[in-house]
C-alpha cells in the first residue's frame, strides 16, 4: 500500500556536501534558506557530527555567508542526546567527544561520569585518547550499554580523511564483543526525532542529501520523499550501485529551490 504525498511543507537537508563544502557556501545555498524562511516552511539542517553544538554551527555557517537560527539545527549529539532521555531518564554516561555532545547530554538531564555509568556514549572528538578509550573498554567489560552517535568511519579535513566515531567503535567492539547502538545517519530515527521537533509528517517533509548509503536510505526507511544532489559523496555513476532509488536527482541545491 502507497502513502499518497502532500505538498511539500517540512524539509529536512543534510549540511556538508548540500549546502556547504569544506567551509565554503555551495551554489544555490543561500537562495535555498532564503526561499524557504520567504515561504514560511518549517526546516532543519542535520549533521553526523556531534563535536559542535548548535550555537557553534549556526556561527561557522553565518561566517561562510548561510544564515541558519540555531534552533533549525539537528545534529547526532542532539538526536543521542533525545533517544537517551527517552530511554533512561536522568541516567548517566561516560562520553567521549566534544561540547556538542556532552552539552547536549547535560541539557538532556544526563549525569556525566565514569563511574559505573548506565551508558559509555562515544561521539566524535578531534583528539582520542587511548585512556579515555581504554577506560570505556572497562566500562563496557562491566556492563555499560555501548551507544555511538554515528557510523562514519573518516571524517573529511583539508589535509585529508581522518578517523571517525564509527572506526573507534570498531576497536572498542573488537575489544569487548558488544556492538554499539548507532543513533545518527543511516538511522532514520534521526530523521524522526527531528521531525517530533518541527512537528513534521512523513508524507509532507523531503529530505536533500548527498550520499545514497547514509540520507536517502535513512529518508526512504522514514517515509520520506529524498532528493539527492551531486555535489558531494555520491557521484551519478554510483547510483546503479544500490539496491534503491531517491525521489530525484538533482545537479545541486540550487535546483531544489524552485520546488519550494
Not at 533525545?82 to 531518564?89: D, I, N, T
Not at 583539508?158 to 543513533?183: D, N
Not at 558531494?232 to 534503491?244: E, L, M, Q
Request: glycine share 8%; charged share 20%; aromatic share 8%.
Amino acid at each position: 500500500m502507497t502513502t499518497e504525498r502532500g505538498p511539500a511543507e517540512c524539509w529536512l537537508t543534510d549540511m556538508d556536501g548540500v549546502l556547504v563544502h569544506e567551509g565554503q557556501p555551495l551554489p544555490g545555498a543561500a537562495e535555498f534558506l532564503a526561499r524557504l524562511v520567504e515561504r514560511k516552511r518549517r526546516f532543519l539542517v542535520l549533521t553526523n557530527n556531534s563535536i559542535f553544538t548548535p550555537r557553534d554551527l549556526a556561527a561557522r555557517l553565518a561566517y561562510s555567508g548561510l544564515q541558519v537560527p540555531e534552533e533549525s539545527i539537528w545534529t547526532s549529539a542532539l538526536a543521542t542526546a533525545h533517544f537517551l532521555a527517552s530511554q533512561a531518564p536522568g541516567g548517566s554516561a561516560y562520553v567521549i567527544g566534544e561540547a556538542g555532545l556532552t552539552t547536549a547530554l547535560y541539557e538532556a538531564g544526563y549525569t556525566l561520569t565514569d563511574t559505573a555509568p548506565d551508558y559509555v556514549v562515544l561521539g566524535e572528538t578531534r583528539t582520542y585518547s587511548f585512556e579515555a578509550i581504554t577506560r570505556a573498554i572497562r566500562l563496557v567489560g562491566a556492563g555499560a550499554r555501548f551507544i555511538a552517535t554515528n557510523p562514519d568511519v573518516t571524517s573529511p579535513s583539508p589535509e585529508g580523511p581522518l578517523p571517525a566515531t564509527g572506526s573507534v567503535a570498531a576497536m572498542i567492539t573488537k575489544a569487548t564483543g558488544a556492538q554499539p547502538y548507532f543513533v545518527g545517519k543511516p538511522n532514520p530515527m534521526m530523521f524522526r526525532s527531528a521531525m517530533n521537533r518541527i512537528e513534521a509528517h512523513s508524507e509532507t517533509t523531503v529530505m536533500i542529501g548527498d550520499r545514497m548509503d547514509t540520507d536517502v536510505v535513512a529518508g526512504i526507511e522514514a517515509g520520506l520523499e529524498t532528493i539527492l544532489v551531486l555535489t558531494g559523496s555520491t557521484k551519478a555513476g554510483d547510483i546503479a550501485r544500490f539496491p534503491f532509488r531517491p525521489s530525484r536527482v538533482l545537479d545541486s541545491i540550487a535546483d531544489v529551490v524552485d520546488l519550494i
